[in-house]
């Protein structure tokens, strides 16, 4: 057996498309539990991040409109403040006397 | 147009227009059309910024994506999606904060497991992870995504997690798709490199 492993590299590489394995990199695998193991570990890569547990519960939304509220409210007295708007800029009062 | 938003249409015309014509009369001064769309949007960017930052600070990391949203209306060009605009914004703020914090806690603590991977350099080429099943070897993976950069967190997050496609990746991170290809591989591979210090 030869005893020098496979890349890290090569091992994704492989995972991701077995048809490009060569012959001796798979009697390489066949008979090494560390690349072995990797292989399958790199195999598990994609359907374990997809069950990353979803992160809703930790959102508030009874909060989010008072957060849109007070994120439009308080730019846009900021942007007030600073006088001088750009054309562009009106948009946050069109009624002003601009 | 905005009085007549603000005094005629009902609540739940607001869920009826699409991202552009909110984006729009938000821009106008509408501040129901404004909260409609980060109502649409705030679980989005709330589990993007969560899965970037690993969970720390995800709420002030949220509420400046919004600032920076609401700010940055009026250079959106609706030749991209609201949502590919907003996924960026998002993206890049979490990024940034992340990169503080490492910057932060290494000047401060040095990092109890910056000196560990020092000292430990690359994983033993005889190490492996070979006595772990398949549930704890999926646990591994998904913390050890939290032990990589953020850059490359994020690829991977986008990929596999928020399942966006290479092409609205490479959107977002103003990238070519061969770019972000090389980087989700990129990401794989220290993610197996961690998952085997941890183990």
Redesign the interface.
């Not at chain 1, 598990?44 to 991040?49: C, G, K, N, S, V």
């Not at chain 1, 948009?91 to 009624?95: A, D, I, S």
């Given at each position: 057996m030869n005893i020098k492993?496979l890349t890290?590299?090569r091992?994704?590489?492989v995972s991701?498309n077995p048809e490009i394995i060569r012959s001796e990199e798979k009697l390489h695998i066949e008979n090494c539990?560390?690349c072995s193991?990797?292989l399958?570990?790199?195999g598990?890569?994609?359907?374990?991040?997809?069950?990353?547990p979803?992160?809703?519960h930790?959102?508030d939304?009874s909060a989010?409109?008072m957060?849109?509220?007070n994120?439009?409210d308080i730019?846009s007295s900021q942007?007030n403040r600073k006088g001088g708007f750009s054309k562009?800029?009106c948009?946050?009062?069109?009624?002003s006397p601009h | 147009m905005n009085r007549f938003l603000g005094n005629r249409l009902e609540k739940q015309l607001f869920c009826e227009l699409d991202d552009n014509e909110l984006v729009s009369y938000a821009i106008n001064g509408s501040k129901e059309c404004w909260n409609e769309l980060v109502k649409r949007y705030y679980r989005m960017m709330f589990a993007t910024a969560y899965r970037i930052t690993g969970g720390r600070d995800t709420d002030d990391v949220v509420q400046e994506v919004l600032i920076q949203l609401f700010k940055s209306l009026g250079s959106f060009r609706k030749e991209a999606a609201f949502s590919t605009f907003l996924y960026r914004l998002t993206v890049n703020i979490a990024c940034r904060e992340v990169k503080k914090m490492t910057n932060l806690s290494s000047i401060v603590a040095v990092g109890n497991e910056v000196i560990e991977r020092m000292l430990e350099g690359e994983p033993s080429e005889n190490s492996s992870f070979e006595s772990l099943d398949k549930d704890e070897m999926e646990k591994m993976i998904r913390k050890a995504l939290f032990k990589i950069s953020s850059d490359m967190r994020m690829y991977l997050t986008l990929f596999y997690v928020e399942e966006l496609t290479l092409k609205e990746i490479s959107e977002i991170v103003g990238s070519p798709i061969t770019t972000v290809a090389s980087r989700i591989k990129k990401g794989k591979v220290l993610l197996l490199k961690e998952m085997e210090r941890m183990a």
């Open positions: 492993h890290f590299e091992i994704v590489e991701e539990p560390v193991k990797r399958v570990a790199a598990m890569i994609a359907p374990a991040l997809k069950k990353t979803e992160v809703d930790l959102v939304m989010v409109e957060m849109a509220d994120v439009f730019v942007e562009e800029r948009w946050l009062y069109p009624e | -």
